[in-house]
Nanobody, 114 residues
Framework: QVQLVESGGGLVQPGGSLRLSCAAS????????MGWYRQAPGQQRELVAI???????TYADYAKGRFTISRDNPKNTVYRQMNSLKPEDTAVYYC????????WGQGTQVTVSS
């Protein structure tokens, strides 16, 4: 059973930055793809960014230029650096991995507010 553990969420002011981490319980060499989704209150879960083991990464339009996803294979961890945060980025962020089936982390709250 693969487990994903997220960390790094919290409260940040508009224009600020956060880095989220997603640690997997297995080698992420065998997980393809991995990425992040988010869900705001009353909204459907939506893609933030997803990365394949080849390094090819796909970003949602709202994330391009502000968010960066990276994989640290020796640490079995995927990171997402979020810059220039806006109040509309407030959501629960979920790590996602495809490992035989889709697996979700428990989610981490990100609140952007002054």
């Amino acid at each position: 059973q693969v487990q994903l553990v997220e960390s790094g969420g919290g409260l940040v002011q508009p224009g600020g930055s956060l880095r989220l981490s997603c640690a997997a319980s297995v080698s992420i060499f065998s997980i393809n793809p991995m990425g992040w989704y988010r869900q705001a209150p009353g909204q459907q879960r939506e893609l933030v960014a997803i990365t394949a083991s080849t390094g090819i990464t796909t970003y949602a339009d709202y994330a391009k230029g502000r968010f960066t996803i990276s994989r640290d294979n020796p640490k079995n961890t995927v990171y997402r650096q979020m810059n220039s945060l806006k109040p509309e980025d407030t959501a629960v962020y979920y790590c996602y991995a495809l490992y035989g089936r889709g697996i979700w982390g428990q989610g981490t709250q990100v609140t952007v507010s002054s």
